[in-house]
């Protein structure tokens, strides 16, 4: 059974860091681009960063210079790490596993974790 379990969200202020974190397991980890998604209320879902099993990363404008994705296949493991947060950042975080073109090899993704970001 396939499971992403994403934990570290919290409540912060302005210019603090949080680092994120997805377990996975069920599927072969290195095998799958992993992503960090978020959703604000009343906003689609947006990529916050990617990166592929060969450890190419993907950053969205927003957070380029502030967030980095990284990941340890041997604990099966996805991180962001969130620096310089804004209130802006404030949404859902959610923990992407995908493979092969429109995810035809295995999509799938957790359950999010809440970011709030506020003075």
């Known amino acids: 059974q396939v499971q992403l379990v994403e934990s570290g969200g919290g409540l912060v202020q302005p210019g603090a860091s949080l680092r994120l974190s997805c377990v996975a397991s069920?599927?072969?980890?290195?095998?799958?681009?992993m992503g960090w998604y978020r959703q604000a209320p009343g906003k689609q879902r947006e990529l916050v960063a990617s990166?592929?099993?060969?450890?190419?990363?993907n950053y969205a404008d927003s957070v380029k210079g502030r967030f980095m994705i990284s990941r340890d296949n041997a604990k099966s493991t996805a991180s962001l790490q969130m620096n310089s947060l804004k209130p802006e950042d404030t949404a859902v975080y959610y923990c992407n596993a995908r493979r092969g073109i429109l995810g035809t090899g295995g999509d799938y993704w957790g359950q999010g974790t809440q970011v709030t970001v506020s003075s």
């Open positions: 990166i592929t099993g060969g450890g190419t990363t």
């Open positions: 069920g599927y072969i980890f290195s095998l799958y681009a």
